[in-house]
């Protein structure tokens, strides 16, 4: 594969690249930076190098302001809401999925277009469309200000996707491979679970990620379907900082917390960089 | 240890058409089956349904002589190997064998398993992979383990679907040995699909050609090649296949391109009535008159196109005209070979030491009494005798036996010696094949 790149290529891609790159990592740059600006730094650029980029003297008191200052009963329980909100809409909508996409994958039956259909056509519909009528049916039952009642709606946005991606791994793995577990004496249940599911356990993986993030940089859900502590995950939670008085911005506040729950993704996409480009090459591209 | 019987076996896909049309077939204990035909004959489709891999539309399976059309895959104990091995990639070679046993749960101790798998693995020479995954292994080690899977338990039949084509020819000699050596020391029927001929003609007892689904002719690698009863079956087993020449008769002569043969007999009699006919000469019963004498042979001279020299034989190209009103007939035959367009010449296989060069004219000469002579229309074969096909049958099936009979004797003394190597050894046969080479 790249083997076949000319050196002019490379250089021109390069070229291209790299501009995109600095496009791309600016803004989180600037995150970072403003996070370790204080208060005083943030209004008074004589305080700051580069054109008022990075502080001069940088600080950890907005670190600290959000983990255990003023504005921790905010942060770290959203923080944990956060948490287990998407750790428990990712593990119900992965296991859905799975079943789901392999019986799609495998089993030939009446309206398995349209069930593939639909879930590309739920993931598409936008999210803020579905937000009023959630948030007045989730009043009426008592689902409102609930982690169940952000489970549910993230549960909407994850299983499509999931599904969509997980039948593409399916659908790589050999029928042959279950067929032979069959024949060697295996139920249907046994040859999905010992010799599909650890074949598609990559793919699983990948899918995991892929609807934890989604679950976890939600914003518009989290905002209109919570009102307290009770739910409320982080991305809403910035949008309640508030300054030091009623006139100073929480900007530097705001910037740590993002910076916060941003790490988490950043590791995750790292170590498994590989993984997720293979995963959602897969399907598209034969290996 | 078991036979299996097709009777009136018929697979229809969604379209209505028939895979697989009417197949009866009975495979005796201990018999090796093959099924040959050209691609999209069903030789396959045919398999797939004894194992239980597709559903029988019509007709009756019967292992052991109990009806099992409903019964599911893992309930037929059948064991199978797939054309791509179909290895789990995930597991180790040892697990990979062991897979079947473990999932007959509570039958087997852990100690059980081990030993069969090292018997198995012992008879393949995969000793030394046992710890490896499938990824690591060369083409014949992954054919080799998919063959461990399939031996190590005591399944009824061993069913093969084309488990040598994904290899290079040097190795699929070697596995093809290695197979019909196991085969008979184990004594299990097997159903081997294939659509090379020289697996079909070296690993069988039995062969069935079939033909768009159509069962053709079962009878021995022998008997196909000596008797067959048509044109198919004529022109697919053979390599490089039988000629196939159109002759007009002519009273008691029939007028080939070349010369004209005399018949009489039994064979006058059946071409009464006919026009045309096709004539079939197997390549190596066309002898160079210069080196070789054949006595009541059919001389005639022809002008060779190209020769080809092989070291222990010589092929030699003789183009003719064909008969136009042969030449659909001989067209339709060759798609149904999966030929690419015949071109009407003739194959002499000749003798290696034959001087014949391209470009001469050449004496040739051959036995009338070698040659098969085909109905055009119907491609039946006048020439079949079938007393001879009998006595054929009777023999390969003789043959069978003692071939089962010694392999079992054999057996039997390696599981003695192996009794009294280890007296408290727990003595399964496994263990007796094992130690027997």
């Known amino acids: 594969m790249e083997s076949n790149i000319s050196d002019k290529t490379k250089w021109g891609l390069a070229a291209v690249s790299i501009p995109i790159m600095i496009w791309t990592i600016i803004p989180i740059l600037w995150i970072v930076a403003t996070s370790l600006k204080s208060d005083a730094a943030l209004a008074d650029p004589s305080k700051n190098m580069f054109g008022n980029f990075w502080p001069k003297s940088p600080s950890l008191d907005n670190y600290r302001l959000i983990l255990t200052g ?168 910035l949008a309640f900082f508030t300054g030091a008085s009623q006139f100073t911005q929480p900007t530097g506040a705001i910037c740590a917390a993002a910076v916060i729950v941003t790490i988490p993704v950043v590791i995750l996409v790292l170590l498994f960089q590989r993984r997720i480009v293979a995963g959602l090459t897969s399907g598209a591209v034969k290996g | 240890m078991s036979s299996i019987e097709l009777k009136n076996i018929v697979k229809k896909y969604g379209d209505g058409f028939p895979a697989v049309n009417d197949v009866s077939l009975d495979i005796a204990d201990g018999e090796f089956m093959i099924l040959v035909g050209p691609s999209g004959c069903g030789k396959s489709t045919l398999l797939r349904m004894v194992v239980g891999l597709e559903d029988i539309t019509s007709g009756d399976l019967l292992i052991n002589g109990k009806r099992v059309n409903d019964l599911a895959p893992r309930d037929r104990n059948l064991s199978m190997v797939f054309q791509n091995y179909a290895l789990y990639p995930h597991l180790t070679v040892f697990e990979n064998i062991a897979f079947p046993l473990r999932l007959a749960k509570g039958k087997h101790s852990d100690d059980e398993i081990r030993s069969k798998v090292n018997d198995a693995a012992n008879m393949l020479e995969l000793k030394d992979h046992l710890e490896r995954k499938p990824a690591n292994l060369s083409g014949g080690q992954r054919q080799r383990v998919a063959m461990g899977r399939a031996i190590v338990r005591d399944a009824e039949a061993f069913l093969f679907d084309e488990p040598l084509s994904n290899l290079d020819a040097k190795l699929r000699g070697q596995m093809r040995t290695e197979i019909a050596r196991m085969q008979r020391r184990l004594g299990v029927t097997t159903i081997y699909v294939t659509h090379d001929q020289t697996e079909a003609m070296t690993l069988g007892d039995r062969v069935a050609v079939l033909k768009k689904g159509v069962l053709q002719q079962v009878a021995s690698p022998r008997e196909l090649y000596e008797q067959p009863v048509n044109l198919f079956v004529a022109g697919f087993i053979g390599s490089p296949p039988m000629n196939f020449l159109p002759a007009r008769v002519d009273g008691s002569t029939l007028k080939l391109p070349f010369c004209e043969v005399p018949v009489g007999g039994p064979l006058a009699e059946k071409l009464r009535g006919l026009d045309i006919v096709i004539v079939g000469l197997r390549p190596e019963y066309i002898k160079d008159a210069s080196v070789a004498d054949v006595p009541n042979g059919v001389h005639f001279s022809a002008v060779v196109d190209q020769t080809e020299w092989l070291g222990n034989e010589q092929y030699a190209y003789i183009p003719y005209e064909a008969d136009h009103a042969v030449q659909s007939k001989l067209d339709e035959l060759d798609r149904d070979l999966d030929g690419e367009g015949m071109r009407t010449q003739m194959i002499v296989n000749l003798d290696s030491r034959s001087r014949i060069l391209e470009g001469d004219e050449a004496q040739f000469a051959f036995d009338p009494a070698m040659m098969h002579v085909f109905n055009p229309e119907t491609g039946e074969n006048l020439t079949r005798d079938d007393e001879k096909a009998a006595q054929i049958a009777r023999d390969s099936e003789q043959q069978r036996k003692a071939a089962l009979e010694r392999a079992r004797a054999r057996e039997a003394q390696g599981a003695d010696r192996s009794a009294g190597d280890r007296s408290a050894a727990d003595g399964s046969a496994a263990d007796g094949e094992a130690r027997a080479s």
């Not at chain 1, 959203?78 to 119900?92: D, G, K, P, R, Y």
């Not at chain 1, 999925?97 to 039956?109: G, K, N, P, V």
């Not at chain 1, 398995?112 to 879930?119: E, G």
């Open chain 1, 70 to 237: 003023g504005a921790s009963e905010l942060f770290n329980p959203a923080l944990l809401n956060s948490i287990i909100i998407c750790l428990v809409a990712t593990f119900i909508a992965v296991l859905l999925a799975t079943f789901c996409a392999y019986a799609i994958s495998r089993l030939d039956f009446p309206g398995k277009r349209l069930i593939l259909t639909t879930a590309l056509a739920v993931s598409f519909f936008p999210v803020i469309a579905m937000v009023t009528p959630l948030f007045n049916l989730w009043r009426q039952i008592g689902l409102f200000d609930t982690k169940i009642g952000l489970i549910i709606p993230y549960l909407s946005l994850t299983v499509p996707l999931s599904i969509w991606t997980l039948s593409a791994f399916f659908q790589q793995i050999p029928w042959e491979m279950e067929q032979a577990a069959q024949v060697d004496g295996a139920t249907s249940w046994q040859a999905f679970r010992k010799v599909i599911a650890p074949l598609a356990a990559p793919g699983v993986f990948t899918t995991a990620i892929i609807a934890f993030f989604t679950a976890w940089n939600d914003f518009v859900f989290a905002v209109n379907l919570t009102s307290s502590n009770n739910a409320r995950t982080v991305p809403a939670a």
